[in-house]
């Protein structure tokens, strides 16, 4: 039987990272929006740029991911303006982060941006994963929190960020400051398939000096502690040839 960990009673309320999609194609958002929430974000979006301006005044986002273009069915029925427009009336009202998109990669064009006052700029075709990333960067950069920070919990353990604890049925478990964030890592993205490489920029942050068989070597400590069976992992599961995946599931 599921436990609370002692002294963790009752629910705890996280206020969740805003971020606001525009964009005038449907496929797009449906992609995006599912993929940003999954990573723990609270997601609004937006098919043009009036309607993304009147979002971002009422819901105050943490960053904006901002198409260029804006020329849908949707935007031309509502005599809407682009998302340079968009880009230049956010930057000229405040400091938000923006991650522009456009299906064009021409210099001059992300030049442009980024001179008006965009943070980055990504190219479409664009892989959700590396737009994650770019987000998790951007927001790490600018001071806002990271859903990454929020506390975790699933059917069998608990864990907190902010004192670096974590808890089996309810129980303490004693983790090193790396073992803790390679679990807490794993564990924001339960069923993702981790490869070394993206644990070392988790937990080591980057380090150069860490070898993919260090990580191996912290799984296995790891997996000691928290497994009933370290032989027979059911919360941490290798794939063979590529890295590691968390396997319990949400409380």
Same mark, same amino acid.
């Given at each position: 039987m599921h436990t609370q960990p002692k002294g963790q009673q009752g629910s705890t309320t996280v206020s969740k990272t805003k971020i606001l999609v525009v964009d005038d194609d449907p496929q797009i958002l449906k992609k995006v929006r599912p993929h940003l929430e999954k990573l723990g974000y609270a997601v609004a979006s937006a098919e043009d740029g009036t309607? %993304?301006? *009147?979002?971002?005044?009422?819901?105050?986002?943490?960053?904006?991911? /901002?198409?260029?273009?804006l020329l849908g069915a949707k935007a031309a029925r509502n005599h809407s303006i682009d998302g340079i427009e968009v880009l230049r009336s956010l930057r000229d009202s405040g400091n938000v982060p923006i991650i522009m998109l456009s299906a064009?990669?021409?210099? %001059?064009? *992300?030049?442009?941006?980024?001179?008006?006052?965009?943070?980055?700029? /990504?190219?479409?075709?664009f892989d959700v994963e590396e737009l994650g990333a770019r987000i998790e960067a951007i927001l790490r950069r600018s001071g806002h929190e990271s859903p990454g920070e929020r506390i975790l919990s699933f059917r069998r353990l608990r864990l907190d960020p902010g004192e670096r604890?974590?808890?089996?049925?309810?129980e303490p478990i004693e983790l090193t400051g790396i073992e803790f964030d390679i679990l807490y890592a794993l564990a924001r993205r339960p069923e993702h398939v981790f490869t070394r490489e993206k644990l070392i920029e988790h937990a080591w942050k980057g380090d150069s000096f860490c070898v993919p068989k260090a990580v191996d070597v912290h799984i296995g400590h790891i997996r000691k502690k928290i497994e009933d069976d370290p032989i027979h992992p059911t919360f941490i599961g290798t794939v063979r040839g590529t890295g590691y995946r968390f396997e319990d599931v949400p409380a």
């Open positions: 309607a %993304a301006l *009147k979002l971002a005044r009422s819901m105050h986002p943490d960053l904006v991911v /901002l198409d260029i273009n064009t990669n021409i210099t %001059a064009v *992300k030049s442009m941006t980024l001179s008006i006052g965009a943070d980055d700029y /990504l190219a479409k075709p604890r974590v808890w089996k049925d309810g």
